[in-house]
């Protein structure tokens, strides 16, 4: 019977993570930071993308999905509106 020697060191993952930050006044922002400004959950943006709801964004690559903030301000603008009537 032969046991393999257990390999207690591991590398360290280089984990790369993106923050939320403030929309700016123009350009684009990742999901994170839509999120972050409404308040929602990622599983409840997905489902309005999908109902169209919410603006699809672009992809950049596979993973990383973008939003024009121009969108998400006319987002938020009739969230606001609706909310008010």
């Not at 360290?12 to 990742?30: A, F, I, M």
């Not at 999908?50 to 121009?70: D, E, Q």
Request: hydrophobic letters at 35%.
């Amino acid at each position: 019977m032969s046991t393999k020697p257990v390999n207690t060191q591991r590398k360290p993952r280089n984990k790369v993570t993106y923050t939320p930050s403030p929309l700016p006044l123009e350009g684009v922002v990742r999901l994170p930071s839509v999120l972050a400004v409404l308040g929602i959950s990622k599983t409840s943006f997905l489902d309005g993308i999908k109902s169209g709801k919410y603006p699809a964004g672009k992809l950049l690559s596979p993973r990383c999905r973008v939003f024009p903030v121009s969108q998400i301000r006319d987002l938020l603008a009739d969230l606001e509106k609706g909310a008010a009537e």
